[in-house]
């Protein structure tokens, strides 16, 4: 392997291996699908891809500040779908999506309030 030397890299050319030490690697996760219930027992549907099982155990990444995390702090149950890759069209539908209403500060902009995703994203 023939990779010049880096900050935070170091490399075994017999080995040919490279050894990264960064402070963090996220390299990203398949994207699942969250479906939460809200306040009126509709359902909210969240694409999100910091999702990851440890054991029996599956750490999700996600602000409070959204639907699905104050679905998550009213009533703690969730389903995790992983889709299919044909599905892939509506996961992208879901993703300018956000069940919020108002549309957080931090999302205004790049979002749009959809109360039924599931129709949104034709599902």
Do not use: C
């Not at 935070?8 to 990203?28: K, N």
């Not at 959204?66 to 995790?80: E, H, K, W, Y």
Request: net charge negative; glycine share 8%; aromatic share 6%.
């Amino acid at each position: 392997m023939n990779i010049a030397p880096h900050r935070g890299i170091t490399t075994d050319l017999a080995a040919d291996h490279v050894t990264i030490t960064p402070s963090i690697l996220y390299f990203g996760t398949p994207v699942v699908v969250l479906s939460t219930e809200n306040e009126d027992g509709s359902f909210n549907l969240a694409p999100m891809s910091s999702a990851w099982a440890l054991g029996q155990v599956v750490v999700l990444g996600l602000g409070a500040e959204g639907q699905t995390g104050q679905n998550l702090a009213a009533r703690p149950d969730l389903v995790i779908n992983l889709p299919q890759p044909r599905q892939w069209p509506a996961i992208e539908r879901l993703a300018p999506l956000t069940g919020r209403d108002p549309v957080p500060a931090h999302k205004q902009g790049a979002f749009r309030f959809e109360p039924d995703k599931f129709e949104a994203a034709d599902l």
